[in-house]
């Protein structure tokens, strides 16, 4: 099977122009098929503080509302994606901004309101990865914003990492998928506050291990979990590192 | 050849809710290869507003310096497109959104300041019809915000008019291509304030004709020279039509 690579960079590095174009140039320098799926929750803040509208977060989640909702819209599908886009294109890299509602890539339903109404934010339902993978065989770099459709008209926010998630299981099917989920830290560190424990390579009885031992914790136990689930679903590597260290060399590996 | 319907609405059926669900329909019944160019002026014009931004235009045109620049990418290229390609997904067509940077569809450059200096305004310079039309024969339905890139990086504000008949011109290599026109009026009319005045088919010499008998003038000049222009570069037929009368059998009719 040929690789793919899948990589999810979160709003921070996508939302400094210096730390943008680092990441350009890096993702640019990614041999072969690859996929970029990418955050923007600062931007959304922002701007919707400039509009007036107050940003609420349950469990570090968005909640949205439908003012909130044109703002990620905009933000998301707009402005964070289509600078990516003409920043790749300027790199030689053929990129195509998407949403889940572009070629239908990734359907979902609005989040059932159990103990908190988080608004309208989708949860995953099917991922078209035939139609991801035309694109990818005609050299198209898919640049992947955080934004689902119901099939009814409706977007709705959903959350980046699960998009990537969900998004590297469908196209296991078709080829030897790494999914690289970047982010503040070196990668799964024993010490949070060390890089100098980084943890190289991680199975899941050993996470599960340092879970209960309390050495993972906080929002590394999801990100693991997400982890284990994509290769349960046939992706052959999951990278958890910097989002300056995207080159599937560094953080920690976690393999089939 | 085969048979492609391109066709370009403006901002204010777009934006208004009842009349974008009337285009959506009519839009999803036009058979066979299509393309929507849509504008979204009145929209970017409301959020900057909101965002404490002054729209200043002139001739027309949008003066686009860089925070209005983020304001039409956000806007045209997220809010309105996006919306768009989710209703036309939920009636079963397979739209795409992009601006000119998604799949380096279409090129322009800075316009020259000569007597206005317009910002970032793109004058386009080449459109990827074969791109084009490898989304067109899978299926795909393009839903294109008026937006180009230049090649280095940057997003440029361009008209849709313009990116309408300039998409239609480099597809008529490939396709039977009819190019609809919408607007506000009925089509070319005799008398601007009386709909039964209606021209339902116009050639270049009666055009000119009529111009210069101050029968036609205005907007509509530069609407018909779009018109001419794409078929002397091989376009089969120009319609000018209300944007509520896309089935191509309605309108003024310019034919090769």
């Known amino acids: 099977m040929d690789k793919l690579t899948i990589i999810k960079v979160g709003g921070k590095i996508v939302e400094d122009e210096d730390s943008l174009q680092q990441l350009i140039n890096d993702f640019s320098a990614i041999d072969g098929r690859k996929i970029l799926v990418h955050g923007g929750g600062r ?10 509208i107050e940003t609420k977060m349950v469990n570090g989640r968005r909640i949205t509302d439908s003012d909130m909702l ?8 707009g402005l964070v994606n289509k600078n990516i886009v003409a920043r790749l294109q300027a790199c030689g890299i053929n990129a195509l901004g998407m949403t889940g509602a572009d070629m239908n890539i990734m359907r979902s339903h609005k989040r059932e309101v ?65 999914l690289i989920y970047s982010f503040e830290k070196k990668g799964v560190l024993r010490d949070a506050d060390d890089d100098a424990t980084l ?3 991680i ?9 209960s031992e309390g050495v993972i914790q906080g929002g590394m136990i999801p990100k693991l979990e997400n982890a284990f689930s994509a290769i349960h679903a046939g992706v052959k590597r999951v990278i958890i590192t910097l989002a300056t260290a995207i ?10």
């Open 43 to 52: 931007s959304a803040t922002k701007i919707a503080a400039e509009l007036g």
């Open 114 to 178: 159990k103990d908190v109404d988080y608004g309208f934010v989708g949860d995953v339902d099917a991922c078209d990865a035939q139609m991801l993978s035309r694109l990818v065989e005609v050299g198209v770099v898919p640049v992947i914003a955080p934004l689902t459709h119901d099939g009814n008209g409706n977007l709705l926010n959903t959350n980046a990492d699960t998009m990537a998630g969900e998004t590297a299981k469908a196209l296991a099917k078709y080829y030897d998928v790494t």
């Open 247 to 256: 080159d599937g060399q560094q953080g920690t590996i976690i393999e089939a």
């Open 70 to 77: 044109r703002v990620v819209t905009m933000v998301y599908g």
């Open 203 to 211: 199975n899941e009885s050993e996470f599960h291990r340092l879970t």
């Open 199 to 201: 943890i190289p390579h």
